[in-house]
């Protein structure tokens, strides 16, 4: 089979999809439902998904165009996954009406929001103390101690961060009634 037919195989089986897709590309979940090694958005809606599809196929197709042979298999080994993906989230659609999403009282989501702020406040100036020791270390060993410090602590950062988001993202659910 040609790189031209496979194409137009593909365009068809994401035509159906999207047809699939469309009665709940605008609803949102409680969470994003895939696995950001499959797709790079982060989102609640599935219209996005369908979105980042059909951008992987116009992607394969300029490879085609390109004639780069391995990111041809590449892309369209992940869009047949991504594919796969959507077509089960789709299948479970019913099931997930009857899923609840646990409701969280609107106080407890802003305090959290409240300690994590704090909480990043604070490792914003332990990463700034660090790097201000780091510059008068004189040995060695004391410079690799700080630089792991500081490794350890922009972990913690970047964890925070990540929940201050979800945090976030729930707030706004529940203020978009969902």
Not at 5 to 25: E, G, I, S, T
Not at 26 to 32: C, F, K
Not at 108 to 124: G, I, S, V
Not at 151 to 172: F, N, P, T, V
Request: hydrophobic share 40%.
């Amino acid at each position: 089979m040609k790189h031209s037919d496979l194409l137009q195989h593909l365009d068809q089986q994401l035509a159906l999809l999207a047809a699939a897709v469309a009665p709940y590309a605008d609803t949102r979940t409680a969470s994003a439902r895939f696995d950001q090694q499959l797709f790079h958005c982060h989102t609640t809606r599935l219209g996005d998904y369908l979105q980042e599809v059909q951008q992987t196929l116009q992607g394969l197709k300029q490879s085609v165009t390109d004639n780069r042979a391995e990111r041809v298999a590449w892309m369209a080994e992940r869009m047949v996954l991504q594919m796969g993906a959507l077509q089960r989230e789709l299948a479970t659609q019913t099931l997930r009406r009857n899923e609840k999403v646990p409701v969280q009282p609107a106080e407890n989501l802003y305090e959290k929001l409240a300690e994590h702020q704090d909480f990043e406040r604070r490792l914003r100036a332990m990463i700034a103390d660090r790097e201000s020791l780091l510059a008068v270390q004189e040995t060695l060993a004391q410079q690799q101690q700080l630089q792991r410090e500081l490794a350890a602590l922009e972990g913690r950062l970047l964890r925070c961060r990540q929940a201050l988001k979800r945090i976030e993202r729930q707030i706004e659910n529940r203020e978009h009634g969902l």
